[in-house]
């Protein structure tokens, strides 16, 4: 007899999921498939029950599952942002079956595997994304037992198979550096716009702005790097440019490496309101801690440095901020 909870069925039981445990990258995804079906939410009981886990598990995973979707607690019952996932236009706000990161990659950017890698039968997952297989490339053949934070890159385990497609990716990204890539453009911005006038790439700066005409509520990945040696592409999230974009941010000297959602629209107006500031004179490490760090902007004007560092500090808690900031040139 199907279990129901809340009057609807779940989608995956207790017995398909098994008493093991799963990757974490594959229960997560679970999960959130679950409460997508679930519209009046589960327990973190019956959620451990069903991925065949403690509830301590639960727990911890729902720490930090709010990178990935709007999950949140109602009185007990975890729930997915309804609202939160209309303004995707239709669009899973997850990797989904039809269209994975690495496979909108590989089809956006016209990658190609070479025929030197065998392509065979694999019952399994991923090693890199997690996801399920069914045929795969072994994981040894693609990564190079050199290749640096081998157990970051790789959470499903050096002696396992990678989906055809993040082998494909994975041959292709090396020094890829900042991207926004949308299934008909490709863009490979800079940080700085007087290196990006000397070439034919934009700056993050001019791009933020112009993505928004051109491209808004298309499917796209998104980077922003500062460090373009280090592979992070598959920590990207597939999304739609509009309210609820997903950026993964890589730039050591922010001390950020994370996954955050941003409202694209506020994102240009976070950006015109920071550039503004550091025209007046402050460096990006004061903009990103504390103006009045900067002693002689202070002398000259106290009362208006310390207002521009209260408007500033509403600016920071917000997930466009660090965005804005790494991509921030003074105004000329």
């Known amino acids: 007899m199907e279990r129901l909870v809340n009057n609807l069925p779940l989608p995956i039981t207790y017995k398909q999921v098994g008493r093991n445990c799963m990757e974490k990258s594959t ?3 679970k ?3 679950v409460l997508m079906e679930n519209k009046n939410g589960l327990t973190q009981s019956e959620l451990a029950k069903l991925m065949g886990v403690h509830r301590s598990t639960i727990h911890r995973d729902l720490a930090g599952i709010t990178e990935l979707a709007p999950v949140y607690d109602d009185n007990g019952l975890i729930k997915l942002d309804l609202d939160m996932v209309n303004n995707f236009s239709g669009t899973s706000i997850l990797i989904n079956e039809n269209m994975s990161l690495c496979s909108f990659l590989v089809r956006a950017m016209g990658y190609t595997l070479d025929e030197k890698y065998k392509i065979e039968p694999y019952d399994g997952y991923c090693a890199i994304t997690g996801e399920r297989i069914t045929e795969g490339v072994k994981t040894k053949s693609i990564v ?3 290749v640096g934070e081998y157990l970051d890159l ?7 198979y990678l989906s055809v497609d993040a082998a494909t990716v994975y041959k292709n990204t090396w020094n890829w ?3 926004l890539i949308f299934e008909d453009a490709n863009y490979h911005p800079l940080i700085s716009s007087t290196s990006a006038s000397k070439t034919e790439r934009s700056s993050w700066s001019q791009l933020i702005r112009d993505a928004w005409q051109k491209h808004r509520d298309e499917r796209c990945v998104a980077l922003v790097a500062t460090d373009f040696k280090k592979r992070v ?3 990207c999230k597939l999304g739609v440019l509009g309210k609820h974009t997903p950026v993964y941010v890589y730039a050591p000297e922010f001390d950020t490496a994370r996954l955050v959602y941003v409202d694209w629209e506020r994102l240009v107006e976070v950006l015109d309101s920071v550039e503004e500031i550091y025209s007046l004179g402050y460096s990006k490490y004061q903009l990103q801690y504390s103006l009045l760090d900067n002693f002689k902007l202070f002398e000259e004007d106290p009362s208006g440095c310390i207002a521009t560092e209260n408007d500033l500090q509403k600016l920071r808690g917000t997930p466009e901020f660090i965005i804005a900031l790494i991509a921030a040139q003074k105004e000329s």
């Open 27 to 29: 229960r997560l995804i």
């Open 31 to 33: 999960i959130i498939s």
């Open 144 to 146: 190079s037992t050199t």
């Open 154 to 160: 790789l959470p499903g385990g050096i002696h396992g």
């Open 177 to 179: 550096g900042s991207r």
């Open 233 to 235: 592409w598959q920590r």
